[in-house]
């Protein structure tokens, strides 16, 4: 089964995986979703796509750079865009992937499609580790890592909030998976990200 | 923080939640959330819509009741539509919703708005069980329960597949729902409910 919490690595590195789903709020959603694949380079990282989502899996800081690439390529300036993300550690029994485990992290859209990740986000995410006793303490160091990454973490009901720019939002990503990666067998990162919707300016509901 | 997995309860119910985004991949995606806010009766869940979600709380079959016609009511047969769901029990520090809690478990949108719930759905979602260590076995019942309800369950990395129709869906997930509620301290339900979706008839990336 796909929740199968089993521990595995190749060379003693373990497996990230992350899935990414893109809703372009508009009629033309499709062909904004294309062209983010396009854009972006997914060299580092082992690929699918299904009917919900683009799968990366890979080595931490290489399924992050593509999905970060994934969702920043996505971005038109007046278009509400919503990208959801499930990063997590541990494979759920197949290999697929694990030639992309050479311990080279590469991140070949740094410094090119990352680069336009300026403009301001809303996150909602939830951390969940499994099989660990002092979960509660991974939880808040994972939260504390947001306020170093000056992302204003706020408390809601399930899940926790943040506010910054693209750029700075995948960068605590990046270092909460490597943080996760060193210190926990098993653990999800369950997080929504929000651009340009218009319940920022007017007091309407989530849309 | 709002991921503290208290254990809390009123007169021995505890509370169940369950926030709700809507995704209407078109230009005007606001309206159609409105109307489907407007049309569906939350008289039996205390609520809140914050940027990303509306959010139920109250007696665990009166939140899958609003849940459920929130996404059945927003429902048009030509839009592309997602539906995020995450469903949880345990408290996070408050009391607000408490007086919901009075032993109805009423469900105002039963056989009205939820009669509208034959049309074709998808679905990914992860069952997370925390603080149980048979956590395992909890898993495989709630995908067991997925089977008995026709949903044809697969396997794919980080999530489990289901098709149905949405009354089918939201049948299950209440008595997965009621299964969690009776035998676990603690549990997040993540599911993602897609429909229309173009790639079901062509060959295209998740759009």
Redesign the interface.
Known sequence: ?????IVCAKDGIDIT?C?V???????H??QQ??TS?EKTNTSAVWQ????????F?GEAPSVLDAAAALFINAYESKT?L?G?F?F?KGC?GDTAGDTFLNGEQAQPNKGKNLANGDFLV?C?Y???V?GENH??DE??TI?QLAETHGLSPR???????LTGSASQLFAYFEAALAYAHDHLPHY?L?A?V?VN????KEA????
């Open positions: 089964m796909a929740n199968k919490p995986g899935r789903s893109l809703y372009p709020m508009k009629d959603f499709a979703i294309l694949i699918q796509t299904d009917l919900f989502s683009t799968l899996r509400h919503v959801e499930t997590s759920p809303d909602k939830s951390f969940y499994f979960y509660m939880i808040a939260v408390s809601a009901h399930y899940v926790t909030m999800v369950e929504t929000s919707s218009p319940s920022k309407m509901p989530h849309d």
